[in-house]
């Protein structure tokens, strides 16, 4: 008997160590990844590098100037659309659960959310790109119909975790439903609904499958959105399979730099949700 | 005052039923875009289906300059590196979910664990891509030519590596929610019978989220499906299919998702853009039928 | 009658099929603190919810008959007028929390968009919350957030804000069934005090609460309106032998 709950108790320590080793290994890739993107693109980044677009090919020097107003500009036009879309989206959601549009328009959004990057770009260019041409625009609502389902869900979820007493407190001081939701209900879950955005904005700054056909790229530095427009994945992409070491090395400087904005952001969610959660 | 309120409270009344009407809107709209994919992916994809059929789908020859147009290299390539992937990531992504889960759910280390799990998957996957070309593909073409097989580096292989990185955070998240949601009653009374920590988790946790936890595989499944830049990277763009499992597997290939992004600005004649696209509602299905059954078994499962 | 602020006239209520509210017939007069009473699902909360037209927000509940503050039917008002005019005070405390304590007594305003100067503000911040004795506790302390309150504090705080909007009436729902013994008797001693300037309708759980604080009293059982009359008489001398069996606690 006792032999047998020694072996047992021996299997059990065993599985325990097998987990952990399993669990933490998976860390190192991680690492090795960041530590490698680091070294490789630090060296890269100086206000030369951030102010200058890239030099013709096989030359040296250069910078991602066009790539980096062209992220900023195509993910804040996506932004200004799938936001407040995307909000109002996630409350109605959450006031009317029973609803056959919110049973047909919560599968959609489930259904959103898992169509693949390179689909999403191939239909805005049909929809977008074959009648207008190539745009930031078209590039931007690509992204933007993906980050729709992070802002809805989020928002609705955080929505949900409201006690239902803080709406009946305004609706009983003669508060308009649309008072109600954007004065109190919105503000209330302003923690939760901010950092669905902003994990929304952190997954599509680095997205490149939908920019492909849309926005395209550019090796001139434009603010013309009805025009194509570079963006740093997509830099990335192109200068990573060129055959020149140059453009190798802007693509380094360049997924520094979007590695770095990843990172923050999630930061920023994390510091969101602890610190401004309101007290209910 | 009193005159004012009435005054407001008329004015206020339209604005709620325009706020309404506004939220309704905005709810359709994510169904029109649903719709809309839909249709789009079927019309593009149209003369390509009339004409080359069911076939299509078995066809293993794709050879855009003389018309002929099979979809087999794709639908193994992307079958391949993603059940790859799966095998290799899920010991990894459950092993976190029972950490995080049982053995060690709160605390300083457990949270850093989760951070870098999350991490993991924020990270954009074209710099997953980049990075591997350089630094994985020269490793793993040393170890082809130690074993035998042609030293391309690139291929299903290497592909099905980034990707099984990638797609652990999918269900090892789900795992952890999951594994925490196990009732404590029901493993103290396993515990009461004088049961090991380790035959808890195998005879009681585990097997009550057994459909969780293949929902968690489903959803890594569709995540693994769905990606494309990392594996078009990887992937050395080959749609000829080699001979033997083993060249097949080391060597280049293609998958659904990357051969629409190597082609898709190639394609200058309709049937060749539609067998592309063809490719693309074929993704769209099966990554969408994937993601929703996962999905409903997840539903069902936090509902009882 | 000019006196009468609250009537209802064959009153009924339902919940999709469930008639919870059957003919209800009662005439509440100014200046008086009327408790409503009687067993759980016996339709007293439903009723004063019909009162302030808040019943009508839950999907499926519907509403028949006629129920006037003074001459107006109050379902032929403007709902947002109506709850203006008649304030409600809820079973546990609800303030704002994203609002500090001051713009929590002006929220009637504040998220209606009605604009008054800030003079105007700070007297009525101030008159409400002398009103719903908490003034001296919170004055210093007026643009902090409320998260700090008791219960009973908190629950004043949800009275003032209701002073604040200058309604005819104002109804309590199981107001003090959240808090502890103190902050229960500092609520009900602004019963006295409110029904001075408001009426009051005060659904409560409890009996003795009733007897404590109201003039009249309403006893309501499956729905129906079986008995309403001074307080005093119907402790004493009930008519009704339901009435009876409630107060002696044959059921509850």
Known sequence: MDARIGVRNTKSILFKSLIIFLAFVVTIPLIIV????????????????????????????????NALVGSILIVGMSSIVAIPVGILAGIYLSENPGTKLAYYSGLCVDILQGVPSIVMGIVVYFWIVKPFGFSAISGSIALAIMMLPIVIRSTEQTLLLLPPSLKEAALSLGVPYHRVILKVIVPCGFAGILSGIILSIARIIGETAPLLFTALGSNYLSTNVTGAMESLPHLIFTYATSPYDDQHDLAWGASFILLMFVLILNIVTKLITRKWKIQL | ??????????????????????????????????????????????????????????????????????????????????????????????????????????????????????????????????????????????????????????????????????????????????????????????????????????????????????????????????????????????????????????GPGNTMASVIANEFAEADHTLYLSALIELGLVLFFVTVIINLIGKRIITRYTNN | ???????????????????????????????????????????????????????????????????????????????????????????????????????????????????????????????????????????????????????????????????????????????????????????????????????????????QQAARVSDKTAFFYVGELVEFDDTKQMFTAPTDIRTQNYITGRFS
């Open chain 1, 34 to 65: 960041l530590l490698y993107i680091i070294k490789q693109g630090v060296m890269q980044v100086n206000w030369h590098f951030l102010t200058h677009v890239p030099a013709p090919e096989g030359e040296k020097g250069g910078g991602i100037a």
């Open chain 2, 1 to 250: 005052m009193k005159n004012k309120r009435l005054d407001l409270s008329y004015s206020q009344m339209k604005w709620e039923t325009v706020f309404r009407r506004i939220l309704i809107v905005m709810s359709a709209i994510i169904l029109v875009l649903v719709v809309g994919v839909f249709i789009t992916l079927i019309v593009e994809s149209w003369p390509s289906i009339k004409s080359l059929g069911i076939g299509y789908l078995w066809g293993k020859v794709w050879d855009p300059v003389n018309n002929i147009y099979g979809a087999y290299p794709f639908l193994l390539g992307t079958l391949l590196t993603s059940f790859t992937a799966l095998i290799i990531s899920i010991p990894f992504s459950y092993s976190i979910a029972i950490y995080l889960g049982e053995y060690n759910p709160k605390g300083w280390l457990s949270d850093l664990l989760k951070n870098t799990i999350e991490l993991i998957a924020a990270v954009p996957s074209i710099i997953y891509g980049f990075w591997a070309l350089f630094v994985l593909v020269p490793v793993v073409r040393s170890l082809e030519t130690k074993i035998g097989v042609a030293p391309y580096g690139v291929g299903v292989f290497t592909a099905s590596l980034v990707l099984a990185v990638m797609i652990i955070p999918y269900a090892a998240a789900l795992g952890t929610s999951l594994i925490r949601m196990v009732p404590s009653p029901l493993k103290e009374g396993a515990y009461a019978l004088g049961a090991t920590r380790f035959e808890v988790i195998r005879s009681v946790i585990l097997p009550y989220n057994r459909s969780g936890l293949f929902a968690g595989i489903l959803l890594s499944l569709g995540r693994a499906l769905g990606e494309t830049m990392a594996v078009t990277v990887m992937i050395g763009n080959t749609s000829a299919i080699a001979n033997s499992f083993k060249e097949i597997f080391f």
């Open chain 3, 1 to 207: 009658m000019e006196n009468t602020v609250v009537s209802a006239t064959n009153f009924n209520a339902w919940f999709g099929d469930n008639h919870v509210v059957k003919d209800v017939t009662i005439g509440i007069e100014r200046n008086q603190c009327v408790a409503v009473m009687g067993p759980s699902g016996c339709g007293k909360t439903t009723f004063l919810r019909c009162i302030n037209r808040m019943h009508e927000l839950i999907p499926e509940a519907t509403a028949k008959g006629s129920l006037k503050l003074y001459s107006d039917d109050v379902y032929t008002m403007n709902p947002i007028y109506v709850r203006y005019k008649i304030g409600m005070v809820f079973q546990r405390p609800n303030p704002f929390p994203n609002l500090s304590i001051y713009d929590n007594v002006i929220a009637g305003y504040k998220l209606n968009g009605l604009k008054m100067p800030k003079a105007d503000l700070d007297n009525i911040v101030q008159k409400s919350l002398t009103s719903a004795a908490l003034w001296n506790e919170v004055k210093d302390s007026l643009h902090k957030k409320g998260t700090f309150l008791s219960g009973g504090q908190q629950q004043r705080l949800c009275i003032a804000r209701a002073i604040a909007m200058e309604p005819e009436v104002i109804l309590f729902d199981e107001p003090t069934s959240a808090l502890d013994p103190i902050s229960t008797s500092s609520v009900e001693q602004l019963f006295h005090e409110l029904k001075e300037k408001y009426t009051l309708i005060i659904v409560t759980h409890n009996m």
